[in-house]
């Protein structure tokens, strides 16, 4: 089964701001997963952080929805189909 891959947009000074909450350690991880699914509905599936692709699969009639970000939609498609951004 092939997946549909498509981009998450995220305005340019949210993900700066995104970035910036992820990178400081004194914040709770539950504040950034909360602020984390209001701006880009949820976090990568594979590693928790700032997730930049949904993959989409069609499974038995439904839609799977799921997230990840750079590097592991880049892990997750190698040699199994292209990225199309
Ligand atoms: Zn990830």
Do not use: W
């Not at 400081?24 to 930049?52: M, Y």
């Amino acid at each position: 089964m092939k997946p549909i891959i498509e981009p998450i947009n995220i305005p340019q000074d949210q993900l700066n701001e995104l970035k910036a909450l992820f990178a400081n350690p004194k914040q709770p991880d539950l504040h950034k997963s909360v602020v984390l699914r209001k701006v880009s509905g949820g976090a990568c599936l594979s590693c928790g952080s700032i997730p930049s692709h949904i993959v989409k699969y069609k499974v038995y009639g439904m839609t799977k929805i799921e997230k990840y970000c750079q590097s592991c939609l880049e892990r997750l498609v190698t040699n199994k189909t292209k990225v199309n951004r």
